[in-house]
Structures are given as structure tokens and as C-alpha cells.
């Protein structure tokens, strides 16, 4: 079985401008996760989804967004990119909301210029 | 507030020699933790999970972690060290909402 994939692997984009990541699941998984991870630090928690609602959400502010589809793959949106936005875009599947393995994908690295 | 130290942000050890990762946590109730370990441009892969019940840990490739509420800890080990093991590892809070809770890393090192 295939795990987590993510689009694109690599991303540049200047100040000002929206990014779009995508994720797709395990097969059989529900909940999705996203994680911001910066160079040389862990990461942060950005949201939970599961069963196409929002179920947890970080410290992050409002230009920060995401949706799950009814196929459970998801997307992270980011408006009015910030040079400091610039990291690793990392998605978690599980097969539900609880304690759950989250399994990693691979991650999307965003570069801000 | 639930909270994980990882006290080593870098442990170099020799190939065959063992190896102590160490992570105190900070919780209010009784915690769900786990270890994961990244690769250079790889995606993080379970090591281990601790959810209350065996305190001793196995996990994937020799690695093992002991969960010691008294010293609220939960370090990892292994007893002998191998190249293929050098990677960041991060100690991870499980949070309520499905919120993991990342260390700051340890990027183990290992000399041939």
C-alpha cells in the first residue's frame, strides 16, 4: 500500500503570494494532520481534520487554512506568504481522531523569496 | 501545559557502543508519548509508542524506551549502534485533538 503522499515536494515563492499543498492519505485513513516544520527545529502543529471537519488547530494565525474532501486527501492553504513561512510543510495520516499512529509523508519544503 | 525537553540537541557515539537519547515531559495527566526519527529529506517514522501500558518500549530497529513517571521521563535506547542509525530524533507528546507535540530534536551522530 502507498503511504502518505504529498504535492509538490518543492515550492518557491515570492512574498505576498498564496501557496496551495496537497495530501493524500493511507488508504483507510480519516484524519489528517499538518505540521509546520521550520530548519532546525521540531515540528508545529498546524491542523487536524477528520471526516472532512476541523478538529484541532495550532497556534497559527488566520492566513493559515485547510480543507479534507470526501476522498479524506486534503490541502493547506497559505495567503500573503511571509519570509517566514518558509519550512517544511509536513502531513500525518491516522485512521482516526484519538490516539492514533499519525503516519508522515514525505512533506512539502516551501521557500519564501 | 504539556511539554517534552529533549536535554541532548546533538549525541555522537561510535558504531557498536550504546545509545541514550534522553526526554523529560511535562504533563497534567497521564501522557501518550512517542519517539520518531528523520532521515535526511525523509518523512519521520515511528520508533516506538508508550499509551499506558508496559512501561519498557520496543520498537523498530532495536531501539527501546522506558517510561518512568517518577523522573517523568522517557528516554531512548539502543545497545549498540549502527551508521544506518544516524538521523534527528524527536520525542513527541500526544495532545488532546490529535495534536502531537514535538522536542526540539537530537541529531545522533554516529563514528565509525
Known amino acids: 500500500d502507498a503511504g502518505v503522499t504529498q504535492s509538490p515536494t518543492h515550492l518557491i515563492k515570492t512574498r505576498g503570494q498564496h501557496v496551495t499543498l496537497r495530501c493524500s492519505p493511507i488508504?483507510?485513513?480519516?484524519?489528517v494532520s499538518w505540521y509546520q516544520q521550520v530548519l532546525g527545529q521540531g515540528p508545529q502543529f498546524i491542523f487536524q481534520?477528520?471526516?472532512?471537519?476541523?478538529?484541532g488547530r495550532g497556534n497559527f494565525p488566520d492566513r493559515f487554512s485547510a480543507r479534507q474532501f470526501p476522498n479524506y486527501s486534503s490541502e493547506l492553504n497559505v495567503n500573503a506568504l511571509l519570509l517566514g513561512d518558509s519550512a517544511l510543510y509536513l502531513c500525518?495520516?491516522?485512521?482516526?481522531?484519538?490516539?492514533?499512529?499519525?503516519?508522515f509523508g514525505p512533506g512539502t519544503r516551501l521557500l519564501v523569496l | 501545559a504539556q511539554s517534552v525537553t529533549q536535554l541532548d540537541s546533538h549525541v555522537s557515539v561510535s558504531e557498536g557502543t550504546p545509545v541514550l537519547l534522553r526526554c523529560n515531559y511535562s504533563s497534567s495527566y497521564s501522557p501518550s508519548l512517542f519517539w520518531y526519527v528523520q532521515h535526511p529529506n525523509k518523512g519521520l517514522q515511528l520508533l516506538l509508542k508508550y499509551t499506558s501500558a508496559a512501561t519498557l518500549v520496543k520498537g523498530i530497529n532495536g531501539f527501546e524506551a522506558e517510561f518512568k513517571k517518577s523522573e517523568t521521563s522517557f528516554h531512548l535506547t539502543k545497545p549498540s549502534a549502527h551508521m544506518s542509525d544516524a538521523a534527528e530524533y524527536f520525542c513527541v507528546f500526544y495532545n488532546q485533538g490529535g495534536k502531537l507535540i514535538f522536542g526540539q530534536g537530537t541529531e545522533l551522530s554516529v563514528k565509525p
Open positions: 481534520y477528520y471526516e472532512k471537519e476541523e478538529r
Open positions: 488508504s483507510g485513513h480519516k484524519s
Open positions: 500525518a495520516s491516522s485512521l482516526g481522531q484519538g490516539i492514533e499512529t499519525q503516519y
